[in-house]
């Protein structure tokens, strides 16, 4: 009964129990490639055998810079098959932070859309041996993807697995200091993919056909490949750089019944429906991930009839980590929308404590706050390179996010540890009173972050986007900020700015801020 | 991410996220226990903490002996709390062969429901320093399961686990010889769990009333309760020998959403229904095993709006292998209940073959037959104490099933390999029965085969060949054989024959003897 947990096996499942299944691409709103997982399946076996040929050897890492196409999700099976890590790299990275990560995973090999291979150019230049292979259209007089497939013969003795060898590999985007690599065993992923596919999680089944809108640079593009092709589920990929109205187009076009995205896309494809009018109601579940949802938006899908969740995770966490379904008893539309706010349960496999200040564990009563610590089969005990051991204690994650626990279960991030502003010595949360200056009508986005002050040691600092037409001052903000917050939140100081600055995952980059802050504008 | 996979996280899962969710027992149609997952976890841990006071050190094994009452889900759940085995009992073998599992197994302890402790008498001749426990009332001077529950304190420090450790053994009945131990680990039910509460599969959730129809001396009861408890399912447990007029006043009175049984009990259900009328349309599957339903069950349950599938396994499997859910494209009712008469597709994470008489591996299209092998993270690759090396070759388990694969991947069960017989769920050994009947004197020669038969599926039929001399009726024949077998293995009919049909190499054609019954034999 110890037979290794191998993804293999889920690829050779697909194979024998859902050949006919489809897997379709698009380029913009244009369908460019619809084929079975019979030929998938082959083509992988071919690719992987092209690894082997190309020098790849077991354990070695290959890398991808590539936008949601067939070509990555066959890449996704192919390295694995053949023993390789697969390295998925975020394609928003700059040239610099690539070479960085390339040069830290020593890639042997990577595969590059014709369109990206220009950010290459930094990593090449410093790792001139790694092979580039662009994987569409011809590249710089290299190999292309086509010919290693097209070369063959397929792989006919992929080597012998470990289920805890790694098969993936992906870099946390850096926000105090370089980027950290997260490997993924076999045995990790393996278990991952059943969590996705529970009845009271994602609950990923044959009858789905599921939209790849999570970029797959994202840590395993949340898993749900790996999902789709145990269960037979019908893959749709969007091409490069899809727009809400590709995404509502493909999911008419194709019946898509399960799709996740990060709030800021869901919100767009909303207000897409209301000027335009698509028809999404083929959609059985919208998982909403990477930032949690506001009310607004879940309103607005409720009157669509599009079942939201939320899902959160971390790149430690495969990323899944929680799932935000409401209670079975929970009926009305408000509370409903109330329990998809919150984080959600912890998926079943994995343990989580929450711990204070002091040390110790804090009641899960909805109330205390303590920092989340994760424990379980797909949660990394270590970084790639066993780099930062500080964020691990005694086998347990420490995510570095603030959160309370409510007596049912529910999960509910507060604040970033390193988000908190501690102003003599009482924590201010930088998201309660971002929340409370977007409250203003005349703001349209704002960031808080803590500035160095003598008396009080920490105080909050807010950067606020206007909405279009207001000219209000620092100082209008402020006035209307006095009858939201304690006196003692209020800001040292308001910067009015064009723009925030933000991460390659999309995230506020409060590095930025807290230079620009530092550089002036708290003058 | 080598975090243990170990079966203990899924009570304080239940302890920690369902605390509210209700266990609910019944004593024929009468409610007569009603608790909460809290009150389960603390009573389970204080009886752990019982066992370990008692002497059971880990890796001991712990019997039962008992219906499906709360006490014994209990047990299920303490016994690998404490480090130790349980040890499930079929409370329908002989008393002999009772001592012979328990002997084997060299419990340290065995609970017993009072009404089954005579059968015990053998085994405590056999074994004197057994400790024996009444689950309910007083035992016979002993220490009750409700003092061990009350002396406390619960269980302060749970031995470590690994996951390789056994958590549970449970023997298949003996077809050739004495019942085979198949012991399971911590990893390969906590496996089995997931793969039960699958959206593709049995797809447990938080949201079902799951009743507990399946005999918990089953094998772990078909993984259900484990199922249940990591889901915040409600369970309903039926008490000793439900009926099917308690069955479904239990379905009514508690929204029972899913059940599993054997289609002699779901027949009796449906045609109790059509009698008097009850209301079953809480339930959103009723999952057939143990054997095939027929079209005429099938039909029935349809007319009633009972989704029906069917889940095919072994002890030997934990005991999920397949299930039968038609593929979404098929609409048509007739052709759907074809879908659910095979056996179905084999769960994600297994892998099988079918390998002809010649050692080849057939094709799957549903006419080339074969030997079903199967393996897996929850398939045995070896019995208790390695006998029976046979069973196994290079890690597959050889089910000694004959069976064809259709192009879907659906599998059908045509023939046994070995000669059981199934009546109503339960397994008689035909070479027991034969060996009992040439226990008589006035027996030369015996063989028994399985008659198709409307109530419990099938039947043993016995052919005799009397010794020189002896001219006894098959009516002294049974007579005599009442002594020697449990009553429910009585033959339908015995037909003495001058010889018994041979094949080329000698063995007994039970192919002919089949067709010998058929054609008038059994009338």
Known sequence: MNQPLVLTDLLHRAREFFPAQEIVEYGGATETHRYTNRDFHERVVSLAGALVRLGVRPGDRVATLAWNHHRHLELYFAVPLAGAVLHTVNLRLEPTEIAYVLGHAEDVVVF?????????????????????????????????????VAEGPPLENPPRIDENDLAALCYTSGTTGPPKGVGYSHRSLYLHTFAACLADGHAISERDTVLHVVPMFHANAWG?????????????????????????TIVEAEGVTYTGMVPTVAADLVRLVAREGADLSSLRALVLGGSPPDDELLRALQELGIPAFQGWGMTEISPMGTFSRPLPSVTDPAERRRSVRKQGRLLPGLRWRLVGEDGTDQ????????????????????????????SFADGWLRTGDIATIDADGYLEIVDRAKDLIKSGGEWISSVALEQALTANPA????????????????????????????????????ADLRDRVPRWWLPEGVLVVDELPRTSVGKIDKKVLRAKVAAGGAG
């Open 112 to 148: 590059a859309d014709l369109s990206l291979l220009p950010r290459l150019d930094v990593a090449r230049a410093e790792r001139p041996a790694m092979i580039v292979i662009a994987t569409d259209g011809s590249g710089p007089g290299e190999l292309t993807y086509e010919d290693l």
């Open 443 to 478: 703001v349209a986005e704002s960031a808080v972050v803590g500035v160095p002050h003598e008396r009080w040691q920490e105080r909050p600092y807010a950067l606020v986007v206007l909405e279009p037409g207001r000219s209000d001052t620092p100082d209008d903000v402020l």
């Open 224 to 248: 749900i490949p790996f999902a789709a092709l145990m269960t037979g589920a019908k893959q749709v990929l969007p091409g490069p750089h899809p727009v809400p109205a590709e995404i509502a």
């Open 363 to 390: 009641p899960h009563d909805g109330a205390a706050r303590g920092e989340l610590l994760i424990r379980g089969p797909w949660v990394a005990t270590q970084y790639f390179r066993d780099e930062h051991p500080e």
